[in-house]
């Protein structure tokens, strides 16, 4: 009697310890994102992938009427920066006029959930509350973010205890191996915005283009009849890709935390083995099957890119 009493403790123990740190990690998420949103900060990190790092500076400030002002500057290469005015979005890059768009986030390589609303990330993936660590010379407490399933990647963060600010990020596949992480490497918290800022918010910004509201229902002559648990399709279009100004079909999924592209345009060739490259966390596959290319593009295992691909199907009609 006894043990099955010591068998039943352990187990009410376990389950509450576990909705303990289920709860305990989404505070904590939660934190960083009322931070993100309402903290004056200045922030520097840098992005390592493939033994090579690309350097950002990072600034955010909310101004008198609560309206929130962001630069994002990539600092290696030709200058590009992403500049944000409330549900403004202007973009500076060597390649394009300067041009803005409609938006309350910025593009940028910390994921855009971590600034809103954390409690989606619950559907597929757990939230486990782990150790603490010092990081930038500051305590951080480690969250995880794991998978329920092995088609997609975990997230391992660090927040600041202070603050509850980000201070290292890093993509870790199920056997634990590093693809890619992000570091920290400065981060100064102000009673105001930064003077870049105030700059900001005086400054006019670029045009605001017209684009197309997203769109869902467009019908192509191809259908995904495979998805991984939990992604739901956002955007479909038709546009040139930049570098071959070819045209092609375009699916964007997204199950909150990860994006992954779908693309599809006629080949000359009737069959070509699979490709692929990888960036860090970013799986790039090519295929081509029936004279059909077929590119997945995201951060999501090459298994699960390669699975998705061979469930395009074709339907037996001419393309447009």
Known sequence: MKIIYLAFWLTVTSCSAFAFDQESSKSWLERLSKSLQTLNFSTSFVVVKNNQAEPYHWYHGVGDHGTQYEILAL????????????????????????????????????????????????????????????????PAQMIRIVSKDHHRYGYW?????????????????????????????????TKQP?????????????????????????????RVTWLPAGFKLIKTDRHRITITKQPADFMLYSDGLVDFSIYVMPSNVKHRETEFVNDGATVVLNQVT??????IVGKIPAETSKMIADSVMFNQVSRP
């Open 290 to 295: 029936n004279g059909n290319e077929v590119s």
């Open 75 to 138: 600092l290696n290469g030709p200058r590009r920066d992403v500049l944000r005015k409330g549900d403004v979005v202007s973009y500076l890059e060597p390649e394009y006029a300067p041009y803005s768009i409609v938006s309350n986030r910025i593009s940028s390589p910390i994921p855009t959930i971590f600034s809103g609303d954390v409690s989606k990330l619950e559907e597929n993936y757990d939230l486990i509350f782990a150790g603490k660590s010092r990081i930038l010379g500051r």
């Open 157 to 189: 963060l660090w927040l600041d205890q202070e603050t509850g600010l980000l201070l290292k990020l890093a993509i870790i596949t199920r056997k634990g191996q590093l693809l890619e992480q992000i570091q920290f490497t400065h981060l100064d918290i």
């Open 194 to 222: 930064a003077e870049s800022l105030q700059q900001l918010a005086k400054a006019k910004l670029p045009h605001v283009v017209d684009i197309p509201k997203n769109s869902v229902n467009i019908n192509f002559p191809w």
